[in-house]
């Protein structure tokens, strides 16, 4: 049976420095970097034969640490936008706790939580699932029904997407879904992809 990992990338600077960082391309914190290494630790012993990560350095970067830490990085690794994170439009860059004392605390949560609207020029999650789940159903889905082991490092909302899919989760669940970074999330498939297992490692 296939097995699937995926991976919120670790700390970026901007997740340290409080701000909505969206698809703007920056990189991981010193936290970041000890979180993905700590990330490859808990993967030591497992497989993969292939990797997918986004167009945005904190996921690539989180994968390749993790892909050194584990003696792999002869692997095939596919890098797509279709995985990037949701677009925050106008929030891009500014700091959460600024943006709730101009918007309110409920109208931020219901930016970054809500499955359908979207922030001002920005994605909402139902808007990331339709990129996110067409690229899965013809890249990633293939792999794993051929019984590959396939380990995906992306970020919050485009997992938030695929943990949607996978686990069927409602509207309602998944806005009360929380990705950590760097925390690798393992699951156990069937042949039609239904889950066996799954787990935090």
Known sequence: MPYLVILRH????WNLENRFTGWVDIDLS?????????????????????????????????????????GQTDIPVEKDKALNERMYGDLQGLNKDETR????????????????????????????????????????APDLKAGKNILISAHGNSLRALVMHLEKLSEQEIVETEIPTGSPKYYLLDKDLKILEKKYL
């Open 10 to 13: 670790g700390q970026s600077q």
């Open 30 to 70: 010193e936290q970041g970097i000890k979180e993905a290494q700590e990330a490859g630790e808990k993967l030591k012993g497992f497989r993969f034969d292939k990797a997918y990560t986004s167009a945005l350095t904190r996921a690539q970067r989180t994968l390749s640490i993790i892909l050194d830490k584990i």
């Open 101 to 140: 004392a101009k918007f309110g605390a409920d109208q931020v949560k219901i930016w970054r939580r809500s499955y359908n609207i979207a922030p001002p020029n920005g994605e909402s999650l139902k808007d990331t699932a339709a990129r996110v789940m067409p690229y899965w159903e013809s890249r990633v």
